[in-house]
């Protein structure tokens, strides 16, 4: 079993930054093959995908609604994964859930292409 651990969120306002973290452990696990993914849900929303590292190689992949504003980025001697998010506008308000794809491929979007889940931390955007 893989366990996710998100911290870091919080109320912020706009044009500020924040950073979360998702510490990923597992007895006996390691996860250089996997994919890892920070997603958002906003109430009455679906999950979106933000955006994707591959452990073993650290190549980035983003969606257009956050590319150039959020860097995602891993620590692998602490087995975590960063989300810095800049220029933070009200519109990024949501509860914001890093996930892991044990077999997932490199540029994997879709929330059923991961395996495990974080219980998520909601990141509060004031005008």
């Known amino acids: 079993q893989v366990q996710l651990v998100e911290s870091g969120g919080g109320l912020v306002q706009a044009g500020g930054s924040l950073r979360l973290s998702c510490a990923a452990s597992?007895?006996?696990?390691?996860?250089?093959?996997?994919?890892m993914g920070w997603f958002r849900q906003a109430p009455g929303k679906e999950r979106e995908f933000l955006a994707g590292i591959s452990w073993i190689s650290g190549n980035t992949y983003y969606s257009d609604s956050v590319k150039g504003r959020f860097t995602i980025s891993r620590d692998n001697a602490k087995n975590t994964v960063y989300l810095q998010m800049n220029s933070l506008k009200p519109e990024d308000t949501a509860v914001y859930y890093c996930a892991a794809g044990r077999s997932a491929a490199w540029g994997t979007v879709r929330p059923r292409g991961y395996d495990y889940w974080g219980q998520g931390t909601q990141v509060t955007v004031s005008s």
């Open positions: 597992g007895r006996g696990r390691t996860f250089t093959s996997y994919v």
